[in-house]
Nanobody
Framework: QVQLVESGGGLVQPGGSLRLSCVASGFTTGNYVMSWHRQAPGKERELVAYVIGVSGKTRYADSVRDRFYISRDNDTVTSLQMNSLKPEDTAVYYC?????????????WGQGTQVTVSS
């Protein structure tokens, strides 16, 4: 059974950092596109970043480039390092997975973890 579990969310002050982790079970991520998405209140879910399997190729949304970094730590853990956080980064962050070498639209989702950036 495929399952994704996120952790690492919380409350942080503007300018601070958080590291989110996504643990996969039921599969290994080498042949998957692993992604992070977020959804703020009243807004649609949006792509934050993705990493393609063992190639490690990454892509970022313009709003987070050079602040956030996605990594495939091992066969089951994908992380999102978030630096220089801004209030507009406040959202529920979701991990996603798709068995593909190019398609980042997930067909598996985690339950989400809340990130709140506020002083």
């Amino acid at each position: 059974q495929v399952q994704l579990v996120e952790s690492g969310g919380g409350l942080v002050q503007p300018g601070g950092s958080l590291r989110l982790s996504c643990v996969a079970s039921g599969f290994t991520t080498g042949n998957y596109v692993m992604s992070w998405h977020r959804q703020a209140p009243g807004k649609e879910r949006e792509l934050v970043a993705y990493v393609i399997g063992v190639s490690g190729k990454t892509r970022y949304a313009d709003s987070v480039r050079d602040r956030f970094y996605i990594s495939r730590d091992n066969d089951t853990v994908t992380s999102l390092q978030m630096n220089s956080l801004k209030p507009e980064d406040t959202a529920v962050y979701y991990c996603g997975a798709r068995h593909s070498s190019y398609n980042y639209v997930p067909n598996y989702w985690g339950q989400g973890t809340q990130v709140t950036v506020s002083s």
